[in-house]
C-alpha cells in the first residue's frame, strides 16, 4: 500500500475522530500517526480539511444523492480530505483523486473506492459550479459554524471579516525574544545569519514573526533559552500586568508558562512567581521552560478556583489568563469550529467568573489582576468582567491607562471593561485583556 495513500487514510482518521467523535485534533493525530516522517503531511492535511469543513462539508452535500451522514464517517472525512486537496491543496489533482480513492483500501472499505473516485471526480470537473452553490450559505462561504459567524458579525461589524479570515488562515510562527539574552535586533541578525527572515510586531517590544515557519530545533539558541515561541498578542501581558522589583505575583492559570516566563524575562527583581495549574501534566511543561530559560518560579499543582493550595500571603499582581472557547486562536486550533457549541460559552463564562472572584480575594489592596483570554466572544470577556465589576465595589477597571503605557499601538477595541484585540489584526492572535486593581 502506497505511503501517499496511507497518509491519506490517517489524515482522514483524525478528521473523522473531531468531526464524529468530538475529538481533540492534537489527540486524534497522535493516534492516527503511524511514524514521525509522514506527521507533517498527515498534519497538513487534517489541519486544511478541518479548516474549510464547513465549505467541503457543503460541497459534499451537493454532490451526493443521499445524506452525508449516511456516509460511513471515515469514508465521509476521506471526501472532505479530497475535496480539500482539489480545492485549496497543492498535490496535483490526478495524483490527490488516485491516492484519495486508494485511501480506501487502507481504510479497509475497498467497496468505497468507486464512490469516491466518482465525487472526486465529479469535482474536478465541475468544482466552481459546486463551490459557487455551497457558498450561498454563509457557514460554507466563510468556513465557520452559523452561531459563531453570527456572534462574530454582531459583536464585531467592523472587523469580523478580519476576524474570519485569519480563522481561515494558516498560523504565523511568532517568536519571543529573551531580553535577558540581547535585544530583538541582535537575534534578527542571528535568524538573517542562519537564513531565515523575520519581522518586528509594532506593538509587542520582544515579538518577531517568522517569514516561514520552522522546528523550534532550528532556532539559533533554542535550547539555551535565547527564544521561545509565543504570538505577539500574548505578549502583552507583562506590559499590562507591569510587575515591579520585589513584587509577589501569581500566574494562576500558568501552564505550559509562556506568560510566567516572559514576565520573569523583563523583571528580574521579582521576589516570587507562583505559576499554578490544575493539570499536572501541563505543568511539567511550566518546569520544562522555566528550566530551558533558566528561570525559577514556584510550580504549584492546584485549584485557582479554591484556596487549598495558598499559603495565606497576597500577592501584589495576578495574572489569570483563563480556559476560555478559543475563538481568537482558532488559526492554530481550527478542530475548535467543530468542537464549541454555543452552549459552551455560557459554560465558560460562569467557570471564568468563578475564577476571577477566587483568586481576586488573593490579591493585596493596591494591587492589580489582569484578567486575560484567547476568546473574541464578548460573553467571556467584557460582559463577564462587567459582571464581576458590578457585584466588587472595591474592584477598578484600569485597562485604558494601562492600555496608554503600552510601549507600542497594539490594534485594540474598547467597548465595556478591558480591551480586545481581534485575531488577525497585524497578524496576531484575537486576545482579550483587562486590568483590575483592588481599591487600597
Ligand atoms: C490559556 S491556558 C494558560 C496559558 C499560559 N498562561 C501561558 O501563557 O502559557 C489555561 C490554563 O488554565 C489551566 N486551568 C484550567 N482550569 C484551572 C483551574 N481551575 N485552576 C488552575 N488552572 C486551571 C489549564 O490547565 C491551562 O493550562
Not at 485597562?399 to 497585524?426: D, F, H, I, Y
Request: include cysteine; charge should be neutral; charged fraction near 20%.
Amino acid at each position: 500500500m502506497g505511503e501517499a495513500a496511507g497518509i491519506r487514510a490517517a489524515a482522514a482518521r483524525a478528521v473523522a475522530a473531531v468531526a464524529g467523535n468530538g475529538q481533540r485534533l492534537e489527540s486524534a493525530l497522535a493516534e492516527v500517526v503511524p511514524g514521525r516522517a509522514q506527521r507533517p503531511a498527515i498534519q497538513s492535511l487534517a489541519f486544511g480539511t478541518l479548516r474549510w469543513y464547513f465549505e467541503l462539508d457543503a460541497c459534499l452535500g451537493l454532490l451526493l444523492d443521499r445524506p452525508a451522514a449516511a456516509l460511513d464517517p471515515e469514508i465521509r472525512a476521506l471526501a472532505l480530505v479530497g475535496l480539500f486537496q482539489l480545492s485549496h491543496g497543492a498535490t496535483p489533482a490526478h495524483a490527490a483523486v488516485a491516492e484519495t480513492v486508494e485511501a480506501t483500501r487502507v481504510l479497509g472499505r475497498p467497496r468505497a473506492a468507486g464512490l469516491v473516485n466518482a465525487l472526486l471526480r465529479r469535482f474536478q470537473r465541475e468544482g466552481a459550479a459546486i463551490m459557487g452553490r455551497a457558498h450561498e450559505n454563509p457557514q460554507a462561504r466563510h468556513a465557520h459554524p452559523s452561531w459563531l459567524l453570527d456572534a462574530l458579525m454582531h459583536e464585531w461589524p467592523d472587523h469580523w471579516q478580519v476576524i474570519v479570515a485569519a480563522g481561515n488562515a494558516e498560523p504565523p510562527m511568532w517568536l519571543r525574544v529573551n531580553r535577558r539574552h540581547g535585544t530583538r535586533d541582535a537575534y534578527l541578525a542571528r535568524l538573517a545569519a542562519a537564513g531565515m527572515s523575520a519581522e518586528c510586531s509594532a506593538f509587542a517590544p520582544e515579538a518577531l514573526r517568522l517569514a516561514q515557519p520552522v522546528n523550534v530545533g532550528e532556532l539559533p539558541g533554542f535550547a539555551e533559552g535565547a527564544v521561545s515561541v509565543q504570538d505577539a498578542a500574548a505578549q502583552l501581558a507583562p506590559y499590562f500586568l507591569a510587575a515591579q522589583s520585589g513584587m509577589r505575583v501569581l500566574d494562576a492559570c500558568a501552564a505550559p508558562g509562556g506568560k510566567a516566563c516572559h514576565m520573569l524575562e523583563l523583571e528580574p527583581g521579582i521576589a516570587e512567581l507562583v505559576a499554578l495549574d490544575i493539570d499536572p501534566l501541563r505543568s511539567k511543561r511550566i518546569e520544562e521552560n522555566l528550566s530551558r530559560l533558566r528561570l525559577t518560579a514556584k510550580v504549584v499543582v492546584g485549584d485557582a478556583a479554591n484556596a487549598d493550595w495558598w499559603d495565606g500571603r497576597a500577592f501584589d499582581r495576578i495574572l489569570l489568563d483563563a480556559p476560555c472557547s478559543g475563538t481568537g486562536v482558532i488559526r492554530r486550533h481550527p478542530d475548535i469550529k467543530l468542537l464549541r457549541r454555543p452552549d459552551d460559552i455560557a459554560r465558560f463564562r460562569a467557570a471564568q467568573l468563578a475564577l476571577l472572584r477566587s483568586v481576586y480575594a488573593l490579591l493585596t489592596p493596591g494591587g492589580r489582576l489582569l484578567y486575560a483570554s484567547c476568546s473574541v466572544l464578548r460573553a467571556e470577556n467584557s460582559a463577564m468582567v462587567g459582571e464581576f465589576l458590578s457585584a466588587d465595589s472595591t474592584a477598578l477597571d484600569v485597562t485604558e491607562s494601562a492600555r496608554l503605557l503600552l510601549p507600542g499601538v497594539a490594534p485594540v477595541q474598547c467597548p465595556g471593561p478591558g480591551c480586545a484585540l481581534p485575531s488577525g489584526a497585524a497578524d496576531a492572535d484575537g486576545f482579550y485583556y483587562a486590568c483590575l486593581e483592588k481599591r487600597a
